[in-house]
């Protein structure tokens, strides 16, 4: 998986029919869709259940792009190698969700993985200063996490600051939260490249109507210019 730092929108499923997943898949796939955004929660990281590794599993053979997994779980640890046999492409934990997340980094990657690490709105972009040269990716929550369709948090400043501290290195800068036509441009001219939206997406589509998956996608990225 070469790396590039052009635009990339990652629809959230957690906002996909859930009845429906490897049709919601393909259907916003072939509405332009860059990656597809897997959310885990486990009730006690964040006050929200989604899913595990084993929809995952189920729903790898339907993802012909990239399979972004966010775990917002605590431990993390036990799990990382379910989730990578699962087929993810990107793993990425909160820098929050344990004591020794360098560890936890040093073992997505050991799995074939790439690694990505994710910062709540409370935590500064320092607190991954010394993680940097372990990851490929990180994710700035612009909401608190948790649950879907959440007002978005403006979280400018702490991107910046985290183009800067990346520089060279082949890292994304992920946003979750709140990701629509009005804050993706916010969101791009402060240096990030990966955009997750949920209901921004598939607001007003089906598996029978994909159309309206395109044209929101297609908004986002007029938004940006």
């Known amino acids: 998986m070469s790396f590039d730092r052009s635009i990339k929108i990652a629809p959230s499923i957690l906002a996909a029919d859930f009845a429906n997943f490897g049709a919601e898949i393909e259907a916003v796939e072939s509405q332009g869709a860059d990656w597809i955004h ?31 997994v966010h775990l917002m779980i605590a431990p993390v640890d036990p799990y990382i190698e379910a989730f990578a046999e699962a087929g ?11 004591p020794h997340i360098h560890r936890t980094l040093q073992a997505i990657r050991a799995t074939g993985a790439k690694a990505g690490v994710a910062l709540n709105p409370g935590t500064p972009a320092e ?16 909401v608190n996490p948790g649950f879907g369709g959440q007002k978005f948090i403006d979280m400018s400043a702490k991107i910046t600051t985290l183009r800067n501290m990346i520089g060279d290195r082949p890292i994304h800068i992920e946003i979750d939260g ?16 990966v955009l ?11 598996v029978t109507d994909p159309t309206p998956y395109g044209e929101n996608i297609k908004a986002i990225r007029a938004a940006i210019g």
């Open 127 to 142: 607190a991954v200063a010394h993680l940097l040269d372990l990851v490929d990716l990180v994710c700035v929550m612009t």
């Open 178 to 193: 709140g990701v629509d036509p009005t804050t993706a441009p916010i969101i791009a001219g402060a240096g990030a490249n």
């Open 38 to 68: 897997v959310d885990v929660m486990d009730g006690h990281f964040v006050p929200n259940i989604s899913f595990g590794a084993t929809t995952c599993k189920a729903i790898r053979p339907h993802i012909k792009t990239v399979m972004d």
């Open 196 to 206: 997750v939206a949920g209901s921004a997406v598939f607001r007003g589509g089906s």
């Open 88 to 98: 993810a492409d990107f793993i990425t934990a909160h820098v929050e969700a344990g």
